[in-house]
């Protein structure tokens, strides 16, 4: 059976970093346990309002005054999900460092994607294993990280 995580939680309309690191954790909590898709309600917001007056976080802001939109960090949350894991794409079991805020995913060409974040307030060097090698990171303080193993 297919699972579909289809109501995501919207914030407050500051788009911070803090909320997008919190969203990155959705969205490893959710597809870890089982769902093969995730909707996102809202890709792009004028002015970070919904049409029925709620400020909402968006992956992408336009400013109503200049036109100017602005890449939030939630953009690059499902940027790197969306963009690294292709369509068809199977969850791989990782227990590697860092396993706690990782997914690892085989791809249909046969990559292996790991996707991770280090919420922590400092830099860390961690290694992980793929296939049978073992390959060395440095995972910058609050970030979000992709490794393509091919």
């Known amino acids: ?5 289809s109501e995501s939680e919207c914030g407050n309309g500051k788009n911070t970093w803090t909320y997008g690191e919190y969203v990155f954790n959705l969205f490893r ?27 909402q976080n968006s992956m992408i802001s336009v400013d109503s005054k200049t036109g100017e939109s602005t890449y939030n960090p939630e953009y690059y949350v499902m940027r790197h999900y969306a963009h ?3 369509p068809g794409a199977h969850l791989l079991s990782y227990g590697g460092h860092a396993s706690g805020e990782a997914t ?3 791809n249909p060409d046969g990559s292996i994607v790991v996707v991770m974040s280090n919420s922590m307030n400092h830099d860390r060097d961690i290694t992980i294993d793929v296939k049978g090698e073992t390959y060395k990171a440095h995972l910058k ?3 979000f990280e992709t490794f393509i193993f091919e």
Not at 36 to 55: H, K, R
Request: glycine share 10%.
């Open 84 to 86: 690294y894991v292709q």
């Open 141 to 143: 303080e609050h970030s």
């Open 104 to 106: 690892a995913y085989e």
């Open 29 to 55: 909590h959710y597809i870890s346990n089982g769902v093969n898709g995730y909707m996102y309600w809202n890709s792009v917001l004028q002015d970070g309002e919904s049409t029925w007056g709620w400020l």
């Open 1 to 5: 059976m297919n699972y579909f995580q």
